[in-house]
């Protein structure tokens, strides 16, 4: 087979390895369901390289869930006995199965039976072991909100969140003299969560995810806005937390606009949960 390719040829080849993500995961289900097999035939099933199929399995060996072992004898001769790949038992664990499906069932059933309130209920109840859970590592991190969320982080990942905090903008010296009517400067940081044990049942009640939300502002003590959900189909969950807000210097105040009575002065407010 000739090896050079047309620009349509070569983009065809290169999709199945464009979603990482995607690969990875389809290697995984492969090794589960057909293990032991070999990188050589996972690259031919997939249709991908086996360069790319070995990254992939090397990266999920080094998490835990594939592992190598002998093929099953009566294929081969004398000789070295040839190597598979298999899922590990924390592989099968990890693998998707009904419970998501059976738990959506359910939460439907409450609200069907008893009806809405019963499943915000839940939720917030839900919510609640969150808060308690956490509320002795949160508090022991201090009042700042900042270092509150990033403790919050922490103790979600332990959760299976994979958590961790991103600081938006520097926080302001309080010299500048107040009182002014100057605009404040709100310093934040995001809560994003990469990962969602409980994603595909948000995705079929969002009050999960409202609870939780409201729950974190309990927890920060902070006004907190859920910008994003890997239940909505976004790669993370992000949450805006507002941590202070300072007085602005002339320097970094906006330019005066043709109708000046605009400041933003619902802003530190603006996405509290309650």
Same mark, same amino acid.
């Given at each position: 087979?000739?090896?050079?390719?047309?620009?349509?040829?070569?983009?065809?080849?290169?999709?199945?390895?464009?979603?990482?993500?995607?690969?990875?995961?389809?290697?995984?289900?492969?090794? /589960?369901?057909?293990?032991?097999v070999t990188a050589a035939q996972l690259?031919?099933?997939?249709?991908?390289?086996?360069?790319?199929?070995?990254?992939?399995?090397?990266? /999920?060996?080094?998490?835990? /869930?594939?592992?190598?072992?002998?093929?099953?004898?009566?294929?081969?001769?004398? *000789?070295?006995?040839?190597?598979?790949?298999?899922? $590990?038992?924390?592989?099968?664990?990890?693998?998707?199965g009904a419970y998501d499906d059976l738990?959506?069932?359910?939460?439907?059933?409450?609200?069907?039976?008893?009806?809405?309130?019963?499943?915000?209920?839940?939720?917030?109840?839900?919510?609640?072991?969150?808060?308690?859970?956490h509320r002795d590592s949160v508090d022991?991190?201090?009042?700042?909100?900042?270092?509150?969320?990033?403790?919050?982080?922490?103790? /979600?990942?332990?959760?299976?969140?994979?958590?961790?905090?991103?600081?938006?903008?520097?926080?302001?010296?309080?010299?500048?003299?107040?009182?002014?009517?100057?605009?404040?400067?709100?310093?934040?940081?995001?809560?994003?969560?990469?990962?969602?044990?409980?994603?595909?049942?948000?995705?079929?009640?969002?009050?999960?995810?409202?609870?939780? $939300?409201?729950?974190?502002?309990?927890?920060?003590?902070?006004?907190?806005?859920?910008?994003?959900?890997?239940?909505? *189909?976004?790669?993370?969950?992000? $949450?805006?937390?507002?941590?202070?807000?300072?007085?602005?210097?002339?320097?970094?105040?906006?330019? $005066?606009?043709?109708?000046?009575?605009?400041?933003?002065?619902?802003?530190?407010?603006?996405?509290?949960?309650?």
């Open positions: 087979m000739a090896t050079s390719e047309t620009p349509g040829d070569a983009h065809a080849s290169a999709a199945p390895e464009l979603s990482a993500a995607g690969t990875r995961e389809r290697v995984s289900r492969t090794v /589960l369901a057909r293990g032991p690259a031919s099933d997939l249709g991908v390289t086996p360069a790319a199929v070995r990254r992939h399995l090397d990266a /999920l060996a080094a998490d835990g /869930l594939v592992r190598q072992a002998p093929l099953v004898a009566g294929n081969r001769g004398p *000789g070295r006995p040839a190597r598979g790949w298999v899922a $590990t038992e924390a592989g099968h664990a990890a693998a998707p738990a959506a069932a359910a939460l439907s059933a409450l609200e069907r039976e008893a009806g809405h309130e019963a499943l915000e209920r839940f939720a917030r109840q839900r919510a609640d072991e969150l808060v308690a859970r022991a991190a201090g009042a700042a909100p900042a270092a509150r969320a990033g403790a919050l982080a922490e103790a /979600l990942t332990a959760d299976g969140y994979a958590a961790r905090t991103a600081v938006l903008g520097t926080p302001r010296s309080t010299a500048a003299p107040s009182g002014q009517g100057q605009p404040a400067v709100p310093t934040s940081v995001q809560l994003v969560q990469g990962h969602c044990p409980v994603q595909a049942v948000a995705g079929r009640h969002p009050e999960l995810c409202e609870a939780e $939300t409201a729950a974190f502002a309990r927890l920060i003590g902070a006004p907190v806005r859920r910008l994003a959900t890997l239940a909505a *189909g976004h790669h993370a969950c992000t $949450t805006h937390v507002t941590t202070t807000s300072t007085p602005a210097s002339p320097t970094d105040r906006q330019p $005066t606009s043709p109708t000046p009575q605009t400041p933003k002065t619902s802003h530190p407010t603006q996405g509290r949960s309650a």
